[in-house]
């Protein structure tokens, strides 16, 4: 067995309690527990097929619910019967008094949501772990899916391992108790997958030198913008095969729009070009009244005022009329040092040119800080 974590760089969160109320007719049953998660990545996959069927590393330990486990990871197998799989077994990493009584699942990280791997671990059994005892060996994933599939990259992949604990149930019944686990609301999962996958979509927008398929009925639900110009007296007699062409605008912005109009999320930009994109995420929010979303891109911009762009983003915020935005970027000029930084900015003679207005606002601030 190799090193405690020579291949898998564990990964924790906090955790969170929760109590499920499992009810009757009669009476109820509460069972007090704690969840968490913990993100196993292991690199190098290709060298790692090289250890025998059987054989097993163990990730270094980690901290769920107030107990310290780890992982096995067997890339050939746990045994003979099962050696075209990638096996995983989950291990109480400690000694208690008690047996630790916990559900558990493993999924490919980045599928926690879908509903079969949701469901699988609201139905999990029970399991008790004495100390330093581990689970039985589960099937993971099968190798050659694993290698075709988009989860495997730069030769490595990344194991989701959530896990339940149950401290105790409370109450009693005058008749047999039924346990029922409902799962959450998986909404938001099924829509991004119809906007992925295209089906039944009736409009495709050109955007940026792309074409974009969406469904009408969605963007109409989400954006009285979109309801107008997709469902308006220019549309009548047009119920399919709508092409509509999108000008001033990005096509990866337009997608990231699109996406949080199915899911209410947004994708995660490149680091390096996160302040752009909400800025131009802001711009298209407030074009099809998408009120939340420019809400969360004026929070988000707020974190990226400095000296460069600080004028920029308050000519932004002034064009969009984003009040919170615009007086976190006053905050920002309130101290003497960034206000005669920022007037020597290219983004400052822009700003005087596409907002006027504010200059009376930014030489009344500078008259007071002389003062």
């Known amino acids: 067995m190799s090193p405690a974590g020579a291949w898998g760089k564990p990964w924790m969160s906090s955790s969170a309690i929760v109590n499920d109320t499992l009810s009757m007719s009669s009476s109820a049953i509460v069972a007090d527990t704690a969840s968490g998660y913990h993100l196993l990545t292991i690199h190098g996959y290709s060298r790692t097929k090289g250890i025998p069927t059987g054989e097993f590393v163990r990730s270094s330990a980690f901290t769920i619910c107030g107990h310290r486990w780890s ?17 995983l077994s989950l291990n109480l990493d400690e000694d208690v008094l008690d047996a630790v009584k916990a559900q558990y699942d493993f999924c490919i990280a980045g599928e926690a949501e879908e509903p079969e791997n949701v469901a699988a671990l609201a139905s999990a059994p029970v399991e008790r772990f004495p100390s330093r005892t581990a689970s039985l060996h589960a099937m993971f994933v099968k190798r050659e899916r694993l290698e075709r ?24 019944s005058d008749d047999a108790v039924a346990f029922v686990s409902v ?5 938001r999962w099924h829509l991004g997958e119809l906007l992925k996958t295209e089906k039944g979509a009736d409009v495709v927008f050109e955007v940026g030198g792309e074409t974009v398929a969406a469904h009408r009925c969605v963007l109409a639900a989400r ?42 999320s947004l994708p995660k930009p490149r680091k390096e070009d996160e302040d752009f994109t909400y800025q131009h995420l802001l711009v298209a929010a407030d074009r ?14 707020c974190q990226y005022i400095n000296v460069g762009s600080a004028a920029i983003i ?7 009329h984003c009040v919170g935005l615009k007086k ?13 930084a920022v007037v020597a900015t290219d983004g400052f003679q822009h700003l005087s040119k596409s907002c006027p207005s504010l200059m009376v606002e930014v030489i009344t601030m500078s008259c007071a800080l002389v003062e």
């Open 149 to 172: 599939s988009t989860h495997l990259m730069d030769d490595s992949f990344t194991i989701r391992c959530d896990i339940v604990v149950v401290h105790s149930y409370r109450g009693a």
């Open 71 to 87: 992982i096995d990871y067997y890339p050939n197998g746990a045994r003979a019967a099962v050696a075209d799989y990638v096996s």
């Open 288 to 301: 099809y009244g998408m009120e939340r979303l420019k809400l969360i891109c004026e929070e988000k911009l």
């Open 223 to 264: 954006s009285s913008v979109f309801s107008a110009e997709l469902f308006g007296p220019m549309m009548e007699g047009n119920a399919a095969g709508v092409v509509v062409r999108i000008e001033d605008m990005n096509a990866e912005v337009f997608k990231a729009l699109l996406h949080f109009v199915y899911t209410g």
């Open 328 to 340: 976190a970027c006053f905050s920002f000029l309130a101290a003497p040092a960034n206000l005669r």
């Open 314 to 320: 308050l000519a932004l915020a002034e064009q969009h």
């Open 183 to 187: 799962p959450p609301c998986d909404l």
